[in-house]
């Protein structure tokens, strides 16, 4: 009877080994990535949900909520700050998309000019332009500051060289959002140079040749070539700088902090401020999905119209 | 001896683990997550190591005259990380300290919803101690609807600080009563030497704030609404603005490096605030100046109006969700009313306590190179009964951020904004935002 029992359990044992013998493999690649999708799950998933359940919600921080319906959303569009803030924010990326994607477009053609031959005066400008890309935006934002200032600063002090007036390039009202699109510009001009770089890198060379067989000049090759060929870069490129420009928050946090009166007020600035300094949660949570609403349909624009103009098809 | 290959190594690892995770379940049931030792250990949060420094020794003190059976775990962190980590472990009910350092400006946070923090009142009328400080420094930041949930160490009474070469050079008359007189003697500074006496910073309210309080007023009544647009707000801002337009003052922003540069060069020879203001970020940001200062009661804008404000500090909080109320409120109530522990944050950080009988010390009222040889404790502790009183309030973010944005800088940078239309604006955003907060 013993023996029978010790076997059973024996058996038992033997077909759970078994199982996990028969399915570790189809069961290993789930448990050695599953670290990743726990923490995902938790820190990731889980806060974007609560904060879109949150926006329905009413207030102080986490707790003591009672059901809002839309009024967070309602009042969103009647607060003033928030339309300040979505033109500020728009203006930075129209500067993103009309700056300083040309200008880094212009940086790596010159880099990549068969006129400029000596190689390592292409590889020291590569790395110059690239160096404020690396480095953190607080040291940035701090330099600029100095940068910037009315009475003391350098560019005010260039500027009265040639006799111009001291610009105030942090308390204008006018010129401050300006101020920040030149820090950017400064900023971002050797990551987004890179991408440029990469792709012009990528163009097959037998295109020009044959093109300049056909008596293409250079202007027509860039035109009907490079451009073309650029496309899906310039697709990346532009999403990239929108994005980008929508998150826009420690320069104007460190430098302005929105100031004066809301004149380089960001929506990422605005949604911090309510959210850490009004602890109004819930508000902050509904213009955080609207502004990731308006980045979802300026994104979809985006796919459409560079698909219209057949960037997504492969050239071989 | 088996060789190891992956499988025998992941196994012995994982077991590893899961004996670790075990244990670790089984071990925590038998002791106090926290208290592991015969003391109870309270732990301290701060936000600076220089505040720790005259605390830590506070405490030192409390030990030796108190013997108690708790030590302290000081804990620093940087400011808003601090101040944010406190409200969520005291939400969340666990992980948070028993004490804390709470900055002025981020007090209000915590009354919004159920107050996180133990009323000190009681402790301190049982101890007779309550009138013996300077309130509106010591409890009026940390004070919401009569309980008392912080204290403060440092006597932010406000001054004038000049610097007595420039004005000496120029001829301006020493002291200043009355700010018109100080309008009188700017715009004559300003005519002959082109520099400015005293500047207008336009991107935040500190100067509006001191001169409002110093005529009764404040961002906010007893009831804790904001009286942004009260007749002597519109009373400052109205003096700020004409002082612009006359030519005699100067817009600034002084949280930048230039405004240190003009300090030191004399192109701004006044500066308003407290201790840690005179004495503390200008001996760090322009040490070159020392010996060239002076100071003097602020003016005053009637003839029997106060002479003195309060600005800033930081109070020291109990936690309410401590499970050591009773020796948090002890040391902290301790380390407020006993010279000796106060003393040693002069002598650390040259803060004058709150604390009045701290002031029967010599060692306060002694001549400060820096302030060539004036004796400044005496005049702090001449001025100090003048501060009036003031109101905090859970708007404090809102209602001060309004009138920034829509009061102060519109004003000073518009030419066509009336100080009245601005503070009316600031008024009425700051009350639309809390009625849409509190709906």
């Known amino acids: 009877m013993a023996t029978a029992q010790a076997r059973i359990e024996t058996g038992k044992a033997v077909n759970r080994r078994g199982w996990w013998v028969r399915n570790q493999r189809k069961i290993a690649p789930y448990l050695f990535v599953s670290p990743f999708y726990i923490l995902f799950l938790v820190f990731g998933i889980y806060p974007i949900f609560y904060s879109l359940i949150i926006s329905f919600f009413k207030g102080f921080g986490f707790a003591q909520k009672a059901f809002y319906g839309l009024g967070n959303y309602l009042f969103l569009f009647q607060d003033p700050r928030f339309g300040h803030a979505l033109l500020n924010t728009t203006e930075y990326a129209l500067g993103s998309l009309l700056i300083l994607n040309p200008l880094a477009l212009i940086c790596a053609l010159a880099l990549n000019s068969i006129f400029v031959r000596w190689r390592p005066l292409k590889d020291f400008y590569r790395v110059a332009l690239f160096l404020p890309f690396i480095t953190s935006q607080v040291v940035i934002t701090i330099i600029f500051a100095r940068v910037f200032d009315t009475q003391f600063g350098l560019l005010n002090t260039l500027l009265g060289w040639f006799g111009i007036k001291p610009v105030g390039w942090l308390s204008d009202p006018n010129v401050v959002m300006l101020s920040v699109i030149i820090l950017g510009v400064w900023n971002f001009l050797g990551g987004t140079m890179l991408f440029w770089l990469a792709g012009l890198n990528g163009i097959n060379k037998d295109f020009y040749d044959a093109a300049a067989i056909d008596g293409a000049n250079r202007w027509q090759s860039f035109w009907n070539i490079t451009m073309p060929l650029l496309l899906p870069v310039t697709f990346f490129v532009v999403l990239q700088a929108i994005i980008g420009s929508y998150n826009l928050f420690a320069p104007v946090f460190l430098l302005t902090s929105g100031g004066p009166s809301d004149h380089s007020l960001t929506l990422a600035l605005y949604i911090y401020n309510q959210a850490f300094q009004n602890f109004n949660v819930s508000y902050a949570s509904a213009i955080a999905y609207v502004m990731t609403l308006f980045l979802v349909i300026l994104s979809i624009f985006n796919i459409k119209l560079f698909g219209s103009w057949g960037a997504f098809e492969s050239v071989q | ?439």
Request: one cysteine or more.
């Open chain 2, 1 to 439: 001896m088996r060789p190891v290959n992956r499988r025998t190594f992941l196994k012995a690892a994982g077991g590893v683990v899961a004996a670790g995770g075990l244990s670790e379940i089984l071990l925590s049931g038998c002791a106090p997550a926290v208290n592991t030792g015969a003391k109870k250990t309270l732990n301290f949060w701060a936000f600076t190591d220089t505040r720790t420094a005259w605390q830590k020794k506070a405490f030192e003190v409390y030990k030796k005259q108190k013997n108690p059976d708790f030590e302290i775990n000081w804990v620093v962190f940087p400011y808003q990380q601090m101040h944010d980590k406190i409200l969520i472990t005291a939400l969340g009910g666990s992980g948070g300290p028993d004490i804390a350092d709470i900055e002025i400006s981020q007090f209000s946070r915590y009354i919004k919803g159920d107050v996180i923090f133990a009323d000190l009142a009681p402790k301190l009328q049982q101890m007779g101690e309550l009138d013996n400080f300077y309130q509106a420094s010591a409890t009026d930041p940390w004070s919401w609807q009569g309980k008392i949930y912080g204290l403060g160490n440092e006597l932010n009474t406000c001054l004038l600080s000049y610097r007595w070469d420039v004005w000496q050079k120029a001829g301006v008359k020493t002291p200043i009563e009355t700010w018109d007189e100080f309008a009188q003697e700017a715009i004559r500074f300003h005519k002959d030497t082109g520099n400015y006496l005293l500047d207008m910073p336009f991107d935040d309210s500190r100067w509006w704030w001191l001169m409002t309080l110093q005529q009764g007023g404040g961002f906010f009544g007893p009831n804790g609404q904001p009286t942004l647009n009260s007749p002597v707000s519109i009373n400052t801002l109205t003096y700020q603005k004409k002082a612009l337009t006359d030519g005699w003052s100067l817009r600034t922003q002084q949280s930048l490096q230039s405004y240190n540069v003009a300090l030191a060069q004399g192109q701004i020879a006044t500066l308003l605030g407290p201790s840690w203001n005179f004495s503390g970020f200008v001996q760090q940001n322009i040490p070159q100046t020392k010996g060239k200062w002076h100071l003097q009661p602020m003016p005053r804008w009637t003839a029997d109006g106060s002479r003195t404000a309060t600005w800033g500090g930081t109070g020291v909080s109990v936690l309410k969700i401590s499970p050591y109320v009773e020796e948090a409120i002890d040391f902290v109530t301790f380390e407020h009313t006993t010279p000796e522990a106060l003393l040693n944050d002069f002598q650390i950080r040259q803060v004058w306590p709150t604390y009045k009988p701290a002031f029967n010390s010599p060692l306060l009222n002694q001549p400060l190179p820096f302030f060539d040889n004036q004796k400044v404790g005496d005049l702090i502790k001449e001025v100090s009964p003048e501060i009036p009183k003031w109101y905090n309030s859970p708007y404090w973010p809102e209602t001060t951020d309004a009138l920034t944005r829509l009061g102060v800088t519109n004003c000073l940078l518009n030419p066509d904004v009336t100080p009245e239309q601005a503070l009316n604006d600031a008024q009425n955003q700051a009350k639309k935002i809390i009625g849409f907060e509190t709906a």
